[in-house]
């Protein structure tokens, strides 16, 4: 039973550096999600994907911050010239077309930018 | 500002007997309320969640109130179990006018032997 993967798992950067985190939804979700999670706080809305359209990026808190879906199902979120700010654990969610608020969560990737 | 506030980090109860986990809101266009649970090192998971036109929803031991004129919602398990010690999260949302789900910072609940 497949649910939502995420990878890397950790992820280790020099500061500058550049990063990919890759996503791979339920099979058949039409709708995909990122949050950045900081340490004490609760998942913070990044952007959202319907199929292959990226629907609202207004999360993204940096034109550093990119985030793809080209064929409508794996995502991945990039990010340029990490800085230290950036440090946080990054959720991927999908959800089906019919219950979408239901969102189903990944285990996220921890990046830390040193 | 934080449009969802859970104002208790943390909560302890004896097993057995009831959680009671609040959760209150500021804006009042959200129509959408849920709760997630989650584990160290694992996302989060998406456990009971009510419609505003609703007052009270119910699943096994998990029961969710709404209050919309005190914009208050409160997540009840009962009896709590060891297996139910984990972070939970308030979540709120007013799709159809927005896309995004808010949290809040989460209270971390510890089940008593």
């Known amino acids: 039973g497949a649910g939502v993967s995420q990878s890397p798992r950790y992820k280790v950067a020099k500061r500058g550096q550049d990063v990919a985190l890759r996503c791979d939804p339920i099979?058949?979700?039409?709708?995909l999600f990122w949050y950045q999670q900081a340490l004490g706080q609760g998942p913070e809305f990044l952007t959202y994907f319907q199929n292959e359209a990226q629907l609202d990026k207004s999360g993204l808190p940096s034109d550093r911050f990119f985030a793809e879906r080209p064929e409508g199902s794996v995502s991945t979120l990039k990010i340029q010239r990490t800085q230290q700010e950036d440090s946080a654990v990054y959720l991927c969610a999908s959800s089906s077309h019919r219950t979408v608020y239901e969102q189903y969560f990944g285990p996220g990737t921890r990046l830390t930018v040193t | 500002d934080q449009q969802v506030k859970q104002n208790s980090p943390s909560l302890s109860v004896q097993e057995g007997r009831i959680s009671i986990l609040n959760c209150d809101y500021t804006n009042s266009m959200f129509d959408y309320f849920l709760w997630y649970k989650k584990y160290p090192a694992e996302g989060p998971t998406f456990l009971i969640s009510i419609s505003s036109i609703k007052d009270k929803n119910e699943d096994g031991r998990f029961t969710v109130f709404l209050n919309k004129s005190a914009k208050h919602l409160s997540l009840h398990i009962v009896p709590s179990q060891p297996g139910d010690s984990a972070v939970y999260f308030c979540?709120?949302?007013?799709?159809?006018?927005?896309?995004?789900?808010?949290f809040g910072k989460g209270t971390r609940l510890h089940i008593l032997p």
């Open positions: 099979s058949g979700h039409v709708s």
């Open positions: 979540a709120a949302s007013a799709w159809g006018r927005d896309d995004k789900i808010i």
